[in-house]
């Protein structure tokens, strides 16, 4: 049976970190249109940090490596994308606990867990325009497709699809978080930033955290 | 851009490095970039943190010192400071009476300021109750957006609930009386220019001769309309009476009546308006108990104002008055 290593998850958050340099300023513009026009260089700061903590002296166990993301996250992207994505990494590795891989129904339920810590923390719900229109139906099509008996690959696949999806679906909601919130029937148009950068994290989960099974 | 800086990206720490420099009263973390009493933490007695996004000096760490703020976190301009800066604050000024933090409500601050407050009590047992401002009448629609955000009334709740800390009241008493300000405060701001935020170089938002930006939010947010340039006298009306219907405030309230320039706009001008403000509310029947008319909440060098009023009573009166020296107001001691 397929097992997923500390070293996949690595592979998936540098591949993560390389995602958010290439399109720095891509989610800056979005930003910029509906909100302070500092997600992309945040992010960039914050994963930035991320591969320097984890360079050399990474964590050996899953739990414990995706948790140190989420405290470097925490401590250094600031705005409202920093206790986010720094809540989703901590739950993540709260549910992987101690042990020394994880099978892909154990990263599924992980990321449900770090999907409703977001939920939890931003108190947002799905259709408000924010980063759970994409991570929500990405973790269900995850679900899905295990619960349906295709491989891990497959599901990691369905996930960063539906991830993308979810993304586009964003575009002509109108924002009910955040500060885009303010700008009302405005936001409008727009794919929402978060769900953007939340979309990238998928599209490298995709790539990499069944390297296992290759 | 025309500054008096050195390097944009060093205009936070080395702000910092001054606000220590000039007031020997004062600590800095420079680490962590929080500004703290000197003699913090006192024994027994309430911590107040707050913090925000840089750019609106002097709030907040113009408000460290006695019978105010014990400390404040400066994050990078218009960004929230993280858990880590908002963790090391309350460890620093907590004397075992547990800390009050005081956030206004913009999505990044609350959140982080929470993540704090769970470290703190997870790490340090420390007790930790927070009060978020959200007194901008500007957001009508509060329950289809992030909630209405926190301005002038934090400069005044800062004040008054750090003379009732100092007092030695209780924790939940110090934030009995906080809440209190934020239920009792409403605000309305105006933009006659943009601001420049130092790294990027260029205003946020383009604003014509003729044009001013009602209901302007303290990072350059949009309004409420873009309206034509008024006289004095329509402004004060504009800001006004939004503010008076919102509560709503009566006849025969007694106010607080704080004028705030957004850190563009000279004093003289600000009493300009302060003139027809005060002539508004003692036509409308409201007693002025007190006023405040100066930059203390700035948007950089945003050229605007904000009028805040606070319904009080005896004893927030006497919390207002009571003694405050700290780099930005300083009275009774």
């Known amino acids: 049976m397929e097992q997923v290593s500390a070293d996949d998850l690595l592979a998936w958050i540098r591949e993560f970190a390389r995602l958010v340099a290439e399109n720095r300023d891509a989610l800056t513009e979005l930003d910029a249109a509906i909100g302070d026009g500092d997600h992309g260089a945040n992010m960039h700061r914050g994963t930035t940090a991320v591969l320097a903590a984890v360079d050399g002296a990474a964590p050996a166990a899953p739990g414990a490596l995706v948790k140190k993301v989420g405290t470097t996250l925490v401590s250094t992207v600031g705005g409202a994308s920093g206790p986010l994505y720094g809540t989703f990494f901590l739950r993540l590795g709260t549910a992987l606990g101690d042990a020394a891989t994880a099978s892909p129904a154990d990263v599924a339920a992980a990321l449900r867990a770090g999907v409703e810590g977001v939920v939890a923390r931003g108190r947002a719900e799905a259709g408000d325009k924010t980063m759970v229109d994409a991570l929500l139906p990405a973790v269900t099509a995850c679900e899905e497709a295990l619960a349906a008996g295709r491989t891990w690959a497959e599901a990691l696949a369905a996930a960063a699809e539906a991830a993308a999806a979810g993304r586009d679906a964003t575009t002509p909601m109108v924002a009910r978080k955040g500060r885009a919130s303010y700008l009302g029937e405005r936001s409008a148009g727009h794919p929402d930033p978060g769900a953007t950068s939340a979309a990238l994290l998928l599209a490298a989960a995709a790539g990499t955290l069944a390297g296992g099974s290759r | ?333």
């Not at chain 2, 934090?154 to 100092?166: N, S």
């Not at chain 2, 919102?246 to 003289?268: A, Q, S, W």
Request: hydrophobic share 45%; proline share 5%.
């Open chain 2, 1 to 333: 851009m025309k500054k008096l800086i050195n390097d944009p990206a060093d205009v936070v720490p080395e702000a910092l490095a001054g606000i220590e420099a000039a007031h020997p009263d004062l600590r800095v973390d420079h680490a962590n970039k929080v500004v703290y009493r000197a003699d913090a933490p006192r024994s027994g007695k309430v911590g107040l943190v707050s913090g925000g996004g840089s750019g609106h000096e002097p709030m907040h760490g113009g408000f460290v010192g006695l019978g105010m703020l014990d400390a404040a976190c400066a994050g990078e301009v218009f960004t929230s400071p993280v858990p880590d800066q908002v963790l090391a604050a309350t460890r620093l000024v907590d004397g075992g009476a547990g800390v009050l933090h005081v956030v206004k409500n913009y999505t990044g601050d609350v959140m982080n300021f929470e993540m704090a407050a769970e470290l703190a009590e997870a790490e340090t047992g420390a007790r930790v109750v927070s009060v978020v401002t959200d007194d901008d009448v500007a957001v009508q629609d509060s329950t289809w957006t992030a909630g209405r955000r926190g301005v002038g009334v934090t400069v005044l709740l800062e004040k008054i609930a750090g003379a009732a800390a100092e007092q030695g009241r209780s924790l939940d008493e110090v934030a009995d009386v906080a809440r209190r300000v934020n239920a009792g405060g409403r605000s309305m701001g105006l933009a006659l220019t943009s601001c420049t935020v130092p790294a990027v170089g260029h205003p946020t938002f383009e604003l014509g001769e003729g044009e001013m930006e009602l209901g302007v939010g303290i990072h350059g947010e949009p309004g409420r309309e873009r309206v034509p340039l008024a006289p004095a006298r329509d402004i004060a009306a504009m800001l006004v009476e939004p503010v008076l219907s919102d509560l709503p405030f009566d006849r025969g309230d007694r106010v607080l009546c704080f004028l705030n320039g957004l850190g563009g706009t000279p004093l003289i001008e600000l009493y300009v308006l302060y003139n027809e403000v005060h002539r508004i509310l003692t036509g409308s029947g409201l007693d002025v108990a007190r006023s405040l008319v100066g930059s203390y909440m700035t948007s950089l060098d945003m050229a605007g104002t904000s009028v805040t009023l606070l319904r009080v009573d005896d004893e927030l009166l006497s919390l207002w008055d009571a003694p405050v020296r700290t780099p930005a107001l300083r009275w009774g001691v």
